[in-house]
């Protein structure tokens, strides 16, 4: 086998999807006030990967970026949880900037308590809140989550990530790829990635 390109960092880093002008200026934002965010690459994968899905759950919407991206993708509705209320006002700002406003929506919630009390299924679920509660929320999801619907979890190479990794490997009732990737404009940019399969 022969080798990879020469510096594959830069080389990958060359073939970022662009960003609009609102994601890039949501982009700025995120870097100068320290918000996590996804980043152009795993929005463009969030889309691709939600296409075709009618309802879209997302644990943590922060500003709204990858919330845009989902409603994009998507072809029916996203429901999106924030339980910081000024943030959840921004992306409610941010979804309307964007023109997607009626095809999402954004809970201001705490996203556990609130899955808690669902009974609604979702064929896509995105998860980017607090890593310890992944676990939790993965239990949460299997009431919600049909035969053939999509988790993707964010950030699962934090150590807080850990018993979510070995439950959804270890759960028949899901089949998981981890990925250990390099995710240009992501925080961080060198991560873990979970897409697992309803089954």
């Given amino acids: 086998m022969p080798p990879i390109v020469n510096d594959a960092e830069g080389y990958f880093r060359r073939l970022v999807p662009a960003a609009d002008p609102l994601l890039a200026e949501l982009e700025a934002e995120a870097a100068a006030e320290g918000i996590p965010i996804v980043g152009p690459l795993v929005g463009a994968l969030l889309e691709i990967l939600a296409a075709g899905a009618e309802r879209v759950l997302e644990l943590g919407a922060?500003?709204?970026?990858?919330?845009?991206?989902?409603?994009?993708?998507?072809r029916g509705r996203v429901t999106a949880l924030e339980h910081s209320a000024p943030l959840a006002e921004r992306a409610r700002g941010n979804l309307a900037r964007a023109g997607v406003a009626e095809r999402a929506e954004v809970v201001c919630a705490e996203a556990l308590s609130w899955l808690g009390e669902c009974r609604t299924a979702f064929d896509f679920v995105f998860f980017d809140i607090e890593k310890a509660d992944y676990a939790a929320a993965l239990n949460a999801c299997k009431s919600l989550v049909p035969p053939g619907g999509l988790l993707v979890a964010d950030n699962t190479a934090f150590p807080e990530a850990d018993s979510f990794n070995r439950a959804v490997h270890g759960d028949p009732a899901w089949k998981a790829v981890s990925l250990l990737s390099f995710l240009p404009g992501h925080s961080p940019e060198k991560d873990g990635l979970c897409i697992a399969r309803r089954r």
């Fill in 62 to 74: 922060a500003t709204g970026y990858a919330t845009i991206h989902l409603a994009r993708g998507c």
